[in-house]
């Protein structure tokens, strides 16, 4: 893979994304930003971290950052997924990338979304967009890291 | 019937002779001699100890007699030889003193015979005297002997009596055990039927119980085959249920591989994204792949809801025989206790059978002994038949005795004793009283009460007219008549000169004493006449007293 394409999409646009539900709550991720999905990977707790970083798991052979999706964007605990999946997002840094891991209870599908409603909001959650009737909250990966 | 009185030929003798004055001797000697042999007889046929002395009086006395009178004979002889001419008138007065008294002991007067004499040679006097002693002594043990005879009359009478009332006892006893023999019969064949009866119903009970023990063996056995089944279906119903782990285990296998593949058709799409224009027909691919995921998700759902169904269901059935097997153990547990009730009936039934053949048995065995009581019966019946017959002889040999015992009474009587047992003697002092007596009629009605052997007595002229009447019977001819007036008293028959005794009287000149005969009120009577005379000897009147024998040998024997 090529260096990867900008996340932001010109509003108007329709672009994918991978749907993923966290508790009650559905987020949707640019798919440019999406390395892999997997089933959950086993996370080791750091002390000391902060309440979103779950811990750490190993991705490739290297460590991989996991934040609790729920916590993070403040959704409810659900009932406990059947088959949880931990999303590798790629997130730009100043001199690169990184991987994150966003654990979520299921990933659902991948959609092509209209950014018309995206509501300009700070922080790593860029607005929210309807999928049927059923409203998602789209995630920047980019806005995750240096944390 | 002997007669003490008979007549003997009246001879004068002329000269002493043997013959008159022996005829009267040997005549009295036979009568005592019949007397004693008489006695030995009934001695030895009754068993009673007859003592044999009377006979050795008796004896005693011929050869006092024959002595007497041989004396005589050679007396007279000699005296006949020797002073026969001188002597001759005072012989010829002797004579005929010893006469009179040998005429008064031939007629049986003994107290007359050796009453003293003039001219009677006191030798004589002595040895008449002594046969007179001798005679009255015989006829005082025929007398008492005869007591005693009565008296085993009487015996025989009363044993007689008991054996006939035993008897009819016994023939009562025999009607009444006879009867209770068949009453016994009947109630026993009617237990016996009774005891068939419930032998039948034993039977029938023990066929039903046959039939009914089949029923539950039969049930027993579906029992158990249900069990066998149920017991089958909980094997099933656990393998179903562990094939349904094994499904779900495989459900839950295509449910992760379903999930993985949906997770690759997600890096699928994203790869395809990310791959521009060419990556479209990944994309397709891709979602091909994620709705094939989904479907077998969708399946895997279904198979799982279908099989939950499915377990619901199983378990359902599982306690569904389990509560089936709970019932059928009830069930078994009734049966059985029926079993056991069916078992005691036919227990029961059988004890009732083997009670019923019990008392068949003994019905029969009682057959068995009524028979024997009634054979029994039948001898006992035959035993009273001929102790009838016995009774019946005996009655004739008990009349015999009693004519037996009047006849020698009767002889023992024909002798005048001076005793108050000699009823000549008796008769000769009433009528000697009774004669001189102003009020006759009182007189004999206190010598009926003074010798209460007595029935009548009376005092008749010389022509038999009975001038006075004592009756025992009197009050039962004043008997009033049944028609309610007093009817008179048929007179008594005065007129006594046709009877037998007046005739006697008349005829003889001396005390009778008649045969015995039956009166009107059927009592054996005899009658004793003595007659009373002037000074010119004619016939004055005569009194005569009716002896009721049976009263006079009780009584009279026992003083």
């Known amino acids: ?147 | 019937m002997i007669e003490p009185n008979r007549r003997f030929p009246d001879r004068t003798a002329t000269e002493p002779r043997l013959l008159p004055a022996t005829s009267g001797a040997v005549a009295l000697l036979a009568g005592a001699a019949a007397a004693g042999v008489l006695l030995l007889a009934l001695g030895i046929g009754l068993g009673s100890g007859v003592p044999v002395w009377p006979l050795a009086v008796f004896l005693l006395v011929a050869a006092v007699a024959l002595a007497i009178l041989a004396g005589r004979k050679g007396l007279l002889a000699r005296g006949a030889g020797s002073a026969a001419g001188a002597a001759r008138e005072p012989v010829a007065a002797e004579q005929a003193a010893a006469r009179a008294a040998l005429r008064e002991l031939r007629s049986g007067d003994l107290v007359t015979a050796a009453e003293a004499r003039p001219h009677l040679v006191p030798r004589v006097r002595s040895a008449i005297a002594t046969a007179a002693e001798g005679l009255a002594s015989l006829a005082e043990q025929l007398r008492e002997v005869n007591g005693e005879m009565a008296s085993s009359a009487d015996g025989v009478v009363r044993m007689t009596a008991e054996l006939a009332s035993s008897s009819s006892e016994l023939s009562a006893s025999v009607a009444e055990i006879t009867a209770a023999m068949e009453e016994l019969a009947r109630t026993a064949s009617g237990i016996s039927e009774r005891a068939i009866a419930q032998a039948e119903l034993a039977a029938r009970v023990e066929r039903r119980g046959a039939v009914g023990e089949e029923a539950l063996v039969e049930a027993v056995g579906g029992v158990g085959e249900v069990e066998a089944r149920i017991a089958a279906i909980a094997e099933r119903t656990d393998a179903l249920g562990a094939r349904s782990k094994e499904i779900y285990r495989v459900l839950d296998l295509i449910a992760e591989i379903a999930q993985e593949t949906h997770v690759l058709s997600l890096n699928a799409a994203i790869e395809a994204a990310a791959a521009g224009p060419e990556g479209r027909r990944i994309a397709v691919v891709a979602e091909e792949v994620r709705r094939l995921a989904s479907r077998s998700r969708d399946s895997v759902a279904s198979v799982r809801a279908l099989l939950d169904e499915f377990s619901a269901s199983i378990r359902g059935t599982v306690v569904a025989t389990e509560e089936g097997a709970k019932e059928t153990r009830r069930v078994l547990g009734s049966a059985e206790q029926a079993a056991a009730a069916v078992a005691e009936l036919r227990a029961v039934g059988a004890e009732t059978s083997a009670r019923a053949r019990r008392i068949s048995a003994a019905t029969r065995e009682q057959d068995g002994a009524s028979d024997e009581v009634v054979a029994t019966l039948r001898d006992v019946g035959y035993v009273v038949e001929r102790t009838s017959a016995a009774l019946s002889g005996l009655d004739t040999t008990q009349r015999r005795l009693e004519r037996l015992v009047l006849g020698v009474e009767l002889l023992a009587q024909g002798l005048r004793r001076d005793s108050p047992t000699s009823l000549v003697h008796l008769a000769e002092g009433w009528g000697a009283r009774i004669v001189g007596e102003t009020e006759v009629q009182r007189a004999l009605d206190d010598l009926l009460v003074e010798a209460p052997y007595l029935d009548d007595a009376y005092m008749a002229d010389a022509k038999g007219y009975a001038l006075f009447l004592g009756s025992r019977r009197r009050p039962v001819d004043a008997q009033p008549a049944a028609g309610g007036g007093a009817k008179a008293s048929p007179e008594p028959d005065r007129d006594l000169s046709a009877r037998p005794w007046f005739r006697a009287v008349v005829a003889r000149g001396r005390t009778v004493l008649t045969a015995p005969y039956v009166s009107v009120n059927g009592r054996t009577c005899f009658t004793v006449a003595v007659p009373a005379f002037g000074p010119n000897g004619e016939l004055r009147s005569v009194f005569g007293v009716d002896v009721d024998v049976h009263n006079w040998t009780r009584i009279g024997a026992a003083s």
């Not at chain 1, 997997?38 to 902060?50: C, D, F, K, S």
């Not at chain 1, 406990?80 to 990184?98: K, Y």
């Open chain 1, 1 to 147: 893979m090529d260096a990867p394409k900008a996340n932001e999409t010109p509003a108007g646009e329709r672009s994918g994304h991978l749907l993923v539900r966290v508790g009650e709550q559905i987020c949707a991720v640019p798919v440019g930003a999406v390395r892999r999905v997997v089933r959950a990977l086993t996370v080791h707790p750091l002390p000391g971290a902060r309440a979103e970083l779950a811990g750490l798991a190993e991705f490739a052979g290297e460590p991989l950052p996991v934040l609790d999706l729920g916590r993070l964007i403040g959704a409810p605990i659900g009932p406990h997924p059947l088959f949880p999946v931990t999303v590798v997002v790629w997130s730009r840094t100043a001199d690169g990338r990184e991987a994150i891991g966003l654990a979520a209870d299921e990933a659902l599908e991948v959609v092509d979304l209209s950014a018309a409603s995206w509501l300009p909001t700070a922080g790593f959650l860029v607005g929210e967009a309807l999928v049927g009737d059923q409203v998602v909250r789209v995630l920047d990966p980019d806005q995750l890291g240096a944390g």
